[in-house]
């Protein structure tokens, strides 16, 4: 009697690879080509929160053991340290008062855009992607909280990345590090502007196109530039660490390391920079006419033995 085979053979193995191939290249195509798709992944990863929280169940429980556990003189220690960095902080936090006002008086007198408190919201790392060439990771904050795609993310030392997928209760952040990943700059020094890309590693990111002749040196901190409206100015992002002339070449290469702490941090904060229509006339504007009190002004606050540039009648 013939032995009935384990696995079947014939043509429907071959079938089904080829339906296959042709279902996932259609939702290629849709995913790229129409938006609606964003809506259907979105309710997808409404599926995959529970397991979320269940997978970050493990690391929040030995949080609080390692809490549960300490001794009492660790605890002393640490309490120790937080009353000096509050001490510290808070000595900052006075000159900063003061800085605040003196910066509010000459931008009144200089009539220039008064710069308003930005929002944010607080979020806490789920999960981060096991993929070695992407570098993201996920929080708990969705559409539910406000969270949309482009949002700013920082922590504690500087900027992280921004939101890239949103779903009802958790959204996917590109960290600064991914290779993908791209924001103009600024040398806090002494203005120029530059571009900062990711590396695919966590410890340096490249400052692209600068110039051999580009006054920027080590130690060097870079800001956000506030150019193309994505990012606000002012927030740090990368301190510059090696800058390697290259003779004959026309750019010196450039490497920073991020002021965030990408693979340690654990809360951060989504920025909600306001809208640049919200903005209205305040904005400065080239076309705008400079006032003889602005000027006026200016001559004031110029430096000593600088000659005045214009005068006003």
């Not at 030995?62 to 660790?74: F, I, R, V």
């Not at 290259?246 to 965030?260: I, R």
């Not at 006419?289 to 430096?303: G, K, N, P, V, Y």
Request: glycine content about 6%.
């Amino acid at each position: 009697m013939p032995i009935k085979p384990l696995f079947s053979h014939g043509p429907l193995p071959g079938y089904r690879l080829f339906f296959c191939v042709l279902a996932a290249s259609v939702l290629m195509f849709v995913d790229q080509r129409f938006t609606r798709m964003e809506d259907v992944r979105a309710q997808m990863t409404m599926i995959v929160a529970p397991i979320q929280w269940v997978v970050s169940v493990p690391s929040d429980l030995l949080n609080w053991g390692a809490l549960a556990l300490s001794d009492q003189q660790a605890l002393v220690d640490e309490n120790r340290r937080l009353r000096e960095q509050i001490l510290t902080l808070s000595h900052r936090g006075q000159r900063l008062a003061s800085l605040t006002a003196e910066n509010a008086e000459l931008r009144s007198l200089l009539q220039a855009a008064e710069r308003h408190e930005i929002p944010y919201m607080t979020a806490e790392l789920l999960s981060l992607d096991n993929d070695p060439f992407s570098h993201q990771m996920v929080v708990d904050r969705g559409h539910r909280n406000g969270a949309y795609v482009g949002q700013p993310v920082i922590d504690a030392f500087g900027l992280v990345g921004q939101v890239t997928a949103v779903s009802a209760y958790s959204s996917r952040v590109l960290l600064l590090a991914d290779a993908s990943h791209a924001l103009p700059v600024q040398v806090n020094r002494n203005g120029l502007r530059f571009i900062v890309q990711g590396t695919g590693r966590y410890g340096s990111v490249s400052v692209l196109h600068v110039p051999d002749t580009a006054d920027i040196r080590e130690g060097d901190l870079l800001t956000t530039s506030g150019l193309a409206e994505r990012f606000p100015p002012g927030y740090p992002v990368a301190r510059v660490t090696e800058v390697y002339h290259d003779p004959g070449q026309p750019f010196a290469q450039v490497t920073a390391e991020p002021s965030a702490q990408l693979q340690r941090s654990r809360h951060f904060l989504l920025l909600f920079p306001p809208p640049p229509e919200e903005l209205g006339d305040a904005d400065w504007d080239e076309d705008m006419d400079i006032s003889a009190s602005a000027i006026h002004a200016a001559q004031r606050l110029r430096l000593p033995n600088q000659p005045v540039t214009q005068e006003v009648p």
